[in-house]
């Protein structure tokens, strides 16, 4: 497929304009030239040293990311980023970032994702971010207790849940947002969920929850948002080209 | 004591005015009247109604924390905000609220009694923040490999490190920003340390320490941050003022 | 009533949103808890320590306000701030404030009460603030002169109104801004009015108004003011909630 | 005198530059050329239609004012602007206009004037305004009561001085900002004076006052103002140059 | 024609307040009375001591250019703008201005009419500037080469312009953006155009066009700006007015 | 030379850091790695395909310019700086940046080298821009023409200059802003100054330099901006390094 195509696909169906405005990161086409064809993309939670050096290994001209290099642009190519970009350039990868645009949407993205591991219907968007959502809240098909969630995300992330249960005992409706979601635990709360499920922790959402009782699941950064590039690779394939999946996790 | 003369002794002695500017907390007397004395301060690393209502209970007419109620002031006294606030009015329990003039004071600081558990000397400020500093470095003895360095945090700060050990063997030259400090870790490459000692993590922190090849300890939030109260209570121990230090860890 | 009904009906009826961006003041409920029941509302002009004493006094839960606490939310609680805000939460009042919604509702407003008492018809908006309106203008059914308006002021809102007394003898249309708004002479002359009603006065409008041939009336902040409370006060007690009215003139 | 000696004087004298970031006036030379000469400077508070009239009547080549026509600038020439500038051009008047400078300056200025007649020793700059202060405050050699100082005021400034006696019986300690002067009540009660003296009202210093036990006096925005342009009227004939003060009090 | 119904009418068409935002000229009546009437208007392409004497010369009431005098305003009314508006206020030549809108118009503007005289069909706006165009595009109805197209400039618009052909041989599609274009050449190459025609070069549009492989035909700044203000001139013809065109080139 | 120190001298030098708030150019090195040596350099004005692909031609390790690839950073690196940065990254080219530090330099500058053409004397910095200086005034042995200057540019610089010859027949004060510098007409005629000499034009500069009777000489934006990078490239000769002056004129 034509790299341009395949670009503004992605961007169409993604949305990637709505969210220029309030988010710091260069989503869209990140590095490399619109010309061009893409036969093999990789896709990976971060770009990186090591996912990069990874996709350029598996032959790959397009890398696919939802955390990419440049957040609020590159004020110069030095240092770290002259050492991510480098073997971009030089073997001629395209990078691909799509950071909110894809935490929020409600199919493709993080949360969706992370949903439908969960088992929640009635969904809708949650996480207001300006104009836009970067999550997801739905309702379990049976009630959940603490335990339950945490056994589950555990199980299905592979990965070690913290909890913080300051919440009901019977958890019903849950908020997600993936990745850094902690600032949204009072929204949670003011719309009447029973828990909220994220991926790192900050110290102030200790007390936050506790003190709006709230159960808060940190299930993980990177563990949380696999689900958005997965499925963007999934629609890659539709479109007939070849993906792997570059898995990488980093223990936060 | 008077309450206005352990106010203003503390805002000079921590020069709060000096990062009115740069930090979002509001420093200093942030709840409570100038009038009335002092006679019995309790400790904190966060004001929240957990550490307020114990301070409380144990009789005090003053919180010390390092962690505020007010980042930015308050749009208005609702929700979460009054909750906090109310049992401080009802009792008449005074908030003095020191957030980075204590991350950065280079003798009573969170960093600084890190670095005192660390043995480390030849002591400089580290970690540029605007005008002003929010960390320490200083050079190890005898020189420190990964796994030591961990150990020694765990055993002394009674926390689980995580450790990112991307960076040499041999650790002698460290650089410590409690609490929040992964985004140092660029500035820690460019100073030439062999690590970094902070708090909490960033999903971020992995990669750039990895690129960069820097050693990064996440020794956790809380367990970073009660070096700073408790110098302070120290201090006003000397002033004649009895105090009292709330342990109240989060696990972040 | 539920507090929580009585805070969202108001600011469904006073579009409290709308205003968020172009008003210092935090509209809406102020101070206190959304849970709790009001039962007895006071209302007045200002909140200071004298509105608030008599609204405990009078044993009101909530006290409704044209001018509440917070310009630009609260840096800290100290000070007047503290010294205000400490009854308030001693005895449980709520504190609902609306300054800019209720300036330019052109049913319950003070700009549409001073109306009333002018006996202004084909009433339009007016005053532009933003996207907004804080006024109201109006055309008389009589032709007043300078000396019948004034005297109509004085007797109605029992003050002592400045006349600045530049524009036609015969006034017949006639735009109002209650409290401080000598900033709209100007608007004034260009929307072609006969006369400005205000209420404090600045020295510049004296000669703006000279200048553009306006006639501007100075009634007292306070004094054009108690319309709107008053209002919301009726509409209170329609639904069911004891209200008292608390005059408190600042004669200015 | 060349006019841009003239100007340069001034400028110097009053350190117009270092206003220059915090007053949104264009102070020093606001309309004009800077060629040709000063013979016969009339001196006013306002700049308007009525003082220019009167300076061109009274044949003066430069207006001095303490309120001038740009505040921001100019948008565009037109309306109000128009027919203020329109006469200035016409008879080839400077407009020279000085407003912070003149409030705070501690020799020549509004404040430091009212200060003489008030009979206030031991001065110092009061009311600070960014890096720079817009007042002065003082001691008074016998106490005053309330009633004394408006008695006082009424005479010397031949005005209707309202009185908030809301603080001490005694006064001795007296800051002064003239003009609009009531945002600093709450520096006044900081700095322990006992009076605050200032021209024009505003809502908000009636519970200000009260709450935080202050004595103020609102002698009017023109009467408090009429000191700073006559004293540079006094410099002006010093140098030898013709001086007329045009006398044109608003009410406010 | 009433001044003002002149002004209304030149604003509507010009859609002039939908540019306010973007523009920093201050469109519409610049300098004068809105009062009045317009017998006589004077069309330059700018402002100044030439065009204004001229312009009074020749007995005209309204000065009609597209590059005023206030660019973000007038800070004060010396110097420059001081000698350039006295006349004007002096002869009570009004200064009607109109640069973006009078760019942009799609029918009157300078872009249209350039684009007449390459006879461009198939017309749409080009050149976005935030919300709004400030050029056009069209297609050749037969192809140019570049020669051709500079031979044409130069007589038509009696100019020497530089080429910088850097693109294909054969020229079909043409942006134009009179005056000071050349930052568009990066958005004529994405549009897929084979040239830009401009005014005045920068150094920047050398390598630009160079590396992106676009003609680009720099005509002159003021040789590409007379179309607007000339086809306004005919639309006041139609209204009634005598006109009268001021031509000043600049050389640039 | 380690390249590090090749960099750290220069930013030395030139004030690199001084000018970090006031120029959009990220002065320095702009793109590359630290590592590694300089052993070869080329200069050249502006960096862009032709004077990149001469400088790989000629060998060089590092291209040093005044004119760099990141105004205001880069959002992302696709396009045109794709294109750019590209050739710099296959070939290890480092590329160091030095705009207004350039300009500014009184004694390696542009204007400084200009200036010595012109055989100024009794030199100080002119141009202000915030806190620094953008240019060099001095005052010439003999008093120059117009047509002296003239044709003494045109020869010395392989230039067409255009002169508007508006100020004084007698040429002995001149200010030198080199590239676009036609914003300073102003200012050099405030400053006393009988000619600006400067780069390339601008549509107002006509216009400004016949109402303030200025001389202004525009010598082409590349012509006036060599200075600076040859003498950059003497220096490095000096420290031991290969220089290789690449000439690409604009013509603009």
Redo the contacts between chains.
Sequence with gaps: MRRQTFVSRLDDRLRTDDYADVDAS?N???????EGTVERVALAV?A???TIAEAIERDADCLLVH?GL?W?????????H?????PL??HDVALYVSHLPLDGHQELGNAAGLADVLGLGSREPFGEYGPEYVGTRGTAEDTYDADDVATLLDKELNTET?VLDFGPNEIEDVGIIT??GVDWV?AAA?AGLDALVT??????????A???GMNVFLAG??ATETFGVRALGRLAEEWGIETTYIDHP???
Tied chains: 1, 2, 3, 4, 5, 6.
Excluded: C, M, N, P
């Design positions: 260069a869209g086409l990140q590095v490399g030239r619109a971060d990186a040293e090591a955390h440049a609020g642009g590159f004020d110069r190519l030095t240092g770290l002259y050492d991510r970009i480098e350039v030089e913290q990745g850094s009072e003011d991926g790192e922790g900050k110290q102030k959402a200790y007390h936050e506790r003190d709006r950064h990177y980093t223990g936060i």
